[in-house]
């Protein structure tokens, strides 16, 4: 029952949600792994 309530809720939130997955996989993400290769290499 809690898992229905639950995903009841993620699915009303479900575009802003996605739409901050974009985001975060379009410039966060590449950021942070270029990031990480500047401290490795570094």
């Known amino acids: ?3 229905q ?3 009841r809720q993620e ?3 479900g575009p802003a949600v996605f739409a ?3 985001v975060l996989c379009r410039y ?3 950021i ?3 990031a990480i ?3 490795g290499f570094m």
Do not use: G, S, T
């Open 28 to 30: 966060v993400i590449p």
């Open 37 to 39: 290769l500047i401290y």
């Open 32 to 34: 942070a792994v270029i």
């Open 1 to 3: 029952m809690m898992n």
């Open 20 to 22: 901050c997955w974009k």
């Open 11 to 13: 699915l009303n939130l």
């Open 5 to 7: 309530e639950r995903i």
